[in-house]
């Protein structure tokens, strides 16, 4: 699963103007959310003292990766799987993993993978554009493309698949979203990390002094408590995912 936005500058003489491209990934980003979610209002933080300003704006996954390969999109936050570090500056600012979802009622005994093999015995759920697509397929997974995860977890609730692959606080927070019980719910042992990075290209004239500015000003909001109380106001007090701040 990929994430999640790309940088476009057109800077003046003193501001230095910023689009932020993104997907709808709640809560890590999403257009309906206060501050546009985790990450761009993480990104506003950081950058305040940095005389940046900054609109947001939103792309489906696919054709936010394509872009971003095809190097139209200079700056990006996204998966550190879809990252050429040859061409990029990366810095990783959400820690979060891959996970399985299923039914408990469908499969009472919990479910346990040794390896992508095993998942290929069940259909799985994943969002058209995911980075993960690729070793599914080649691990001879059926996968039931969807076009957002709540169209995916609505399947999963049909059982029109038996699993659903996605960003682990992505996936209870949408479950949490359509109304369902969590309780309903479980993840299998099998995980991938899938690191949330900003990637800068380095073919940008600019580009390693907005490397700089975000990486200085992260740690600073991380130092401060400023990056913890972001979190929290998406996951709430004593619920951030552990390790997910790196």
Known sequence: MSLLFSFSSLYGQEKKDIIIYGINFPPLSAPELSGYGLLPQAVSELLKEKNYNIKYKFLP?????????NEKLKIAFINKLEVDTDKYYMKILHNSKVVFFYKKSKFPKKLNFSDLSEVAKYRLGVVRGAPTIDSFKKAGIIIELATDETNN?????AERVDLVSTVDSFGWYTLKKIKENLKDFAVTNLTFDTDTVIAISKSTSDGIQIFKDISEGYETIKRNGKL??????YFGKGNVPINSIP
Do not use: C, G, H
């Open 153 to 157: 977890f609505k399947k999963l609730q």
């Open 228 to 233: 913890i109380r972001i979190f929290e106001t």
């Open 61 to 69: 996954m696919a054709r936010l990766i394509s872009n971003l390969k």
